[in-house]
C-alpha cells in the first residue's frame, strides 16, 4: 500500500509524543503507539475520507516533523498535522502572575507546548464517555477490548512492536455492540449511553468544528444526555484544540491545579475563582502544570472510584 508523506517546518521543537500523548489510553492503546527510542509515534484514526494510520517522527536538528500516513485518509491526516501538533494555537494574552511561581515555571520549561486539534469529535467523545467517573486503568481496559473486538485493523505496515493497531469502530460501528460486551468491558449502561447517544449524533458533533465560539461548542456538546462539563471540556481538548476547556468536575484537576498555584487544595469553585484571571487560556494553565508533573499530596493508598455500586448516582461529567 502506497503512502502519503509529507515533512513539516514548524519554527519550535514539536515533540509528536509530549503534544498529543495525552490521546493515548494506557501503555497497551491499539490505537495509539509511542516508540521512546527514536520519539516516534503510530496513530490509528478515522476520518472524514476514511480510516487511516500516521507515523510522526520528529527530527530535532532539522527542525522538522516527518508525517507518513496510510489508507484512505491519509492526505487529509497529513494535511491536518500541522493542527494536530498545535500550529492553530497562540499563547497570546497568556502572562502568567509572579506569585504563581510553579506555572512562571513551567511555561519557560515548556515554552514550545501548543494544544492539540484532532479534529475529529465523535472519536473524542466516544473515549471520553468511556472514561468517566472511573479511573484511568479501568477505562483504558474497557476501551482497548472494545477496540480489539471492534474496531478496524489500521492500513499500512502497522507499528514495529505489538500486535495490529486498530481504528476505532465507526459511529455505526459503537451502536451495534451488544450490552453484554460493554458490560464484559467493564463499561456499565450510563457510559455505554453516552457512547450510543453520541454515535447517533455524530454528524452534529463533528458540525461542531465550525463554530469559534467556545461556550456555544460546550452547549452543544453538553446537549447531549449523560454529557457533563468534564466530558464536554475533555472533547474541547482533543477535538478543538480549545485553550480554556478546563477539566472541572474531574477527582484530581482542581486540587492538583490549586496546590501547585498556591499550595493549597481546592475544590472546583474555589480553583475556578483562583485562575479566573487566565480565562481564555485555563486549560493551558492545566496542561503545562501537569506536564511539570506536580500534583496534590496523596493521603492514602490509590483505590477505583464507586462506579458499578448498585443505585449509586455521580454528578453528571
Known amino acids: 500500500m502506497s503512502s502519503v508523506v509529507r515533512r513539516w517546518r514548524p519554527g519550535r521543537v514539536a515533540d509528536p509524543h509530549v503534544l ?15 516508540e521512546a527510542g527514536r520519539r516516534t509515534v503510530w496513530r490509528a484514526t478515522r476520518t472524514p475520507e476514511g480510516p487511516v ?6 527530527y530535532s536538528a532539522l527542525g522538522e516533523v516527518e508525517a507518513e500516513a496510510w489508507g484512505p485518509g491519509a492526505a487529509w491526516a497529513v494535511d491536518g498535522v500541522p493542527e494536530l501538533l498545535g500550529e492553530g494555537d497562540s499563547w497570546d494574552g497568556f502572562e502568567p502572575l509572579a506569585e504563581h511561581t510553579a506555572l512562571v515555571e513551567a511555561a519557560r520549561r515548556f515554552a514550545d507546548f501548543r494544544v492539540l486539534r484532532t479534529r475529529a469529535v465523535f472519536e473524542a467523545m466516544a473515549a471520553a464517555g468511556i472514561e468517566q467517573v472511573v479511573t484511568g486503568k479501568e477505562a483504558f481496559a474497557g476501551w482497548r477490548m472494545l477496540l480489539r473486538e471492534y474496531g478496524e485493523p489500521a492500513p499500512g505496515p502497522g507499528s514495529p512492536d505489538g500486535p495490529k493497531m486498530m481504528v476505532p469502530p465507526s459511529p455505526e460501528e459503537w451502536r451495534l455492540i451488544p450490552s453484554w460486551q460493554w458490560l464484559r468491558a467493564g463499561v456499565e449502561g450510563r457510559r455505554s449511553r453516552v457512547v450510543i447517544t453520541a454515535a447517533t449524533r455524530a454528524a452534529a458533533l463533528e458540525r461542531t468544528l465550525e463554530l469559534t ?3 456555544e461548542v460546550e452547549r452543544r456538546l453538553r446537549s447531549l444526555p449523560g454529557v457533563g ?11 478543538h484544540g480549545d485553550a480554556d476547556a478546563f477539566s472541572f468536575a474531574d477527582y484530581h484537576v482542581s486540587r492538583n491545579v490549586s496546590y501547585a498555584l498556591i499550595g493549597e487544595e481546592l475544590d472546583d469553585d474555589g480553583c475556578a475563582e483562583l485562575i479566573e484571571p487566565y480565562r481564555g ?28 455500586t448498585p443505585g449509586a448516582t455521580h454528578r453528571l461529567r
Open 20 to 34: 498529543i500523548g495525552g490521546l493515548r489510553k494506557g501503555a497497551g492503546d491499539p490505537a495509539y503507539v509511542f
Open 53 to 58: 494510520l500516521i507515523r510522526l517522527t520528529p
Open 213 to 215: 465560539d467556545g461556550a
Open 229 to 239: 462539563v468534564w466530558t464536554a471540556a475533555e472533547v474541547r481538548q482533543r477535538a
Open 281 to 308: 487560556h485555563r486549560y493551558r494553565v492545566q496542561a503545562l502544570l501537569t506536564l511539570a508533573g506536580i500534583t496534590h499530596p496523596r493521603y492514602g493508598p490509590r483505590k477505583s472510584l464507586p462506579t458499578h
